[in-house]
């Protein structure tokens, strides 16, 4: 790493004055939308309507905050809404959108950035049913806790690999699998995928290098768990997530093609979108193509686990010397879950009641260093 990018990096980290600050707010926002969304997962309710809902609403608190010249704020993610096996990303087009139906299980995704600190969460619930029980509640519940182990067990010096074993380890015992091909990220200004990665599930495969969580570390938190064997694979349904290529220039020879890749510049220079938000759709999909020709766009696919049902918590998290701070994500109210299994391990059951407030965990930091 140059000794420029090292500065810069020292500028854009949590440790800045007012940097921070970004992050919250991004996190808030978050909040409040995807409280919101989930207010709109009825029977019948038409998936592409509250998409657009919940870019729209991101929009529009995005007004109300940090109105300087100079500051950019937008989505960091594009609202999806993903049911039952399919794993994420699903964002569709008006032409080819679906309807819930009671009982789907729903996975909420979304995500802010402001000049270009970013904040994603992402929630499941189940259409229709305030009682959720068997291999449901033990899916959802199995990602829901992980994240909310891995939120309390991340701390500086923890390693990427110890936190990747709390995730399998609740999986067994709620007898679930960790979907494979999922990283959590460590997000840096504007830039959603970070070089530092925890891997949901490790298999021979696939691993990652084992690195460690370090101060002023800003990590999205993205764990999906699955009724099924991990295993996932592309579905028939169009990828309308996109982000740009950086390190791509291409002048497209189309002026279709040229006008779309401008919108793109101008509205999501560096974090993602979804082809649901340009005006034409029958431009957009043909403009898609010529980038995609030209490796101009990372597509984000729909991926299905197949038969089965796939459940997502992500949070964001902001890592101090002795605190880890929540950015974004939401609670999940586990009295209405009645799974068929539960964690057995005593000492996975004593870190999830452990109170996340500042002072707690500053007290817990303390008596540890006491202790060493």
Known sequence: MDQQQTEQDKLESIATPGVLDKYQNAGKIVNVVLEKVITKLLPEADIATICAFGDSEINGELQKVYNKKGIEKGLAFPTTISVNQICGHYSPLKSESSKLVKGDVAKIELGVHIDGYIAIAAHTVVVGEDQVEGQKADVILAAYQSVQALFRSIKPGVTNTALTKIIQQISDDHKCTPLE???????????????????????????????????????????????????????????????????????????????????????YPSLCFSLRSFEDEITAKLAVQECAKHELLNPYPVLISPNSIVAQFTMTVAVLANSTLQVSGLKLDETKFKPAHDINDAALKDLLKLPMDKESQKKRHLESKQKA
């Open 181 to 267: 091909g999922v990283l959590s990220h460590e997000v840096k200004r504007h830039f959603i995928d970070g070089n530092k990665v925890i891997i949901n599930r490790e298999t021979q495969e696939q691993r990652v290098d084992e690195e460690e969580i370090q101060v002023n570390d800003v990590i999205v938190l993205d764990v999906y768990i699955t009724t099924g064997d991990g295993k996932t694979k592309e579905s028939e349904l169009r990828t309308t997530v996109y982000k740009r290529a950086l390190d791509r220039q291409y002048q497209l020879k189309t002026k279709h093609g040229r006008a779309f890749m401008q919108e793109v510049y101008d509205k």
